[in-house]
């Protein structure tokens, strides 16, 4: 063997004994949690296949047997890379399950030939496992809590997940503007996603109403890669317990024209087909037929101080005549950065909270009360009253 050859496998031996071992480096949490389906996401620091296991709530222990896999895949393809998602689906309504995730690094791929490295996945020895419940739209009760314009506030989320008892809670919504600007990755888990997998989003199904920050910046056409990733929009709707809820994508709050959006924002036709999609939930039996019907939007149709912006004469004139006479217990919005209520205004037949910027709302049912709580941080109960 030749003196080079020899200096560059001892280079790639080196190489190979000094990678680093793949991690897991965010959540796992949950997406999209239906009856009968959930997705899982999350997030590995080198280029992998990812995998989920499912365990029934028996507390049979992890390692008793091999449980069923279900790949990131696409195109009947096994992904190749850091964000992970998978939607195990065939689950069964208000039932508990167990899971572990998992990476297994790809080294290279190349023809046919693919080189795997180590796996990776979370903890399962002498821990419980997390464990979601999947919705049920026969379950008598249900409750929920709502935060919304946390704009990078570790701190302040912790302290409002808290006093709304998130781990009671049966899911949770993020109500926009949870960052100020999307321009890394890094951004969106540091400034209050991975606290929010920390408190609950790995147990408790997460459901996240984009806001108009979360629009802005080079990593916000990326979105959609992390929240609803296996769905084919962000905005949605879906029930649990005697509650309907419909998740609007309000968008941006300026005219798509405004120089502050250099031309990279097409948000009026966006909502326009989002209304469309709208009319066709209001129509739907299961929208008609629910106990309750509550709508979550970012941008509310009016503002605290005084003449509306763009986006809230959108909601306006797109959304609200749509929801009119539809049988809306409630609106939840935020945006405004304070406190404030409509009770039916002009053109809207429906009450409307907005949630500050500080505060959490929680909410549960009992019979037939929607009976809500929007308290600030500093424990100032800015509303509490049945619906
Ligand atoms: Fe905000």
Request: charged share 25%; hydrophobic share 35%; glycine share 8%.
């Amino acid at each position: 063997m030749k003196k080079n050859t020899l200096f560059i496998l001892l280079l790639c031996l080196m190489q190979m004994t000094a990678a680093k071992a793949i991690k897991i480096v965010h959540g796992p949490y949950l997406q999209d949690v239906g009856e009968t389906e959930a997705t899982l996401v999350w997030l590995s620091d080198s280029t992998s296949i990812g995998w989920v296991e499912l365990f029934p709530d028996d507390g049979s222990n992890a390692y008793l047997r091999t449980r069923p896999r279900y790949y990131d895949t696409t195109i009947g393809i096994k992904r190749e890379g850091r964000i992970h998602s998978v939607t195990v689906k065939g689950l069964k309504p208000g039932t508990s399950y167990r899971y572990r995730v998992f990476a297994q690094q790809v080294l290279s791929h190349k023809g046919i030939r693919v080189h795997y490295g180590d796996i990776v996945a979370t903890e399962a020895y002498n821990v419980a496992l997390p464990k979601f419940t999947t919705l049920d739209t026969s379950k008598p009760e249900t409750s929920f809590l709502v935060v919304n314009d946390i704009h990078q506030r570790n701190e302040l989320l912790s302290k409002l997940l808290s006093m709304g008892k998130v781990k009671s809670r049966d899911i949770v919504f993020f109500n926009g503007d949870m960052l100020n600007i999307f321009d890394s990755e890094a951004k969106f888990f540091r400034s209050f996603m991975d606290t929010a997998v920390k408190e609950f989003a790995t147990d408790i199904p997460l459901y996240y109403v984009r806001g108009n920050h979360e629009t802005r910046g080079q990593w916000a056409d990326r979105f959609h890669d992390y929240v609803c990733p296996r769905k084919p929009n962000i905005y949605y709707a879906f029930q649990q317990g005697p509650v309907y809820f419909i998740c609007l994508d309000t968008g941006e709050d300026k005219p798509d024209t405004d120089w502050e959006y250099s031309g990279i924002t097409d948000y009026d036709n966006y909502r326009t087909e989002q209304a469309e999609w709208l009319k066709g939930i209001v129509r739907s039996d299961e929208f008609k037929k629910a106990r309750f019907r509550v709508v979550l939007g970012h941008i509310p149709p009016f503002d605290n101080q005084g003449p509306v912006w763009h986006g809230a004469q959108e909601v306006s004139d797109k959304f609200i005549p749509i929801l009119n006479n539809s049988g809306i217990d409630l609106m939840i919005c935020g945006h405004n950065h304070q406190y404030g209520y409509r009770d039916k205004m002009k053109g809207c037949d429906f009450p409307i909270i907005v949630n500050s910027n500080n505060g959490v709302l929680t909410a549960n049912t009992h019979g037939d009360k929607l009976h809500v709580k929007v308290q600030e941080a500093d424990g100032t109960v800015n509303l509490e009253k049945d619906y």
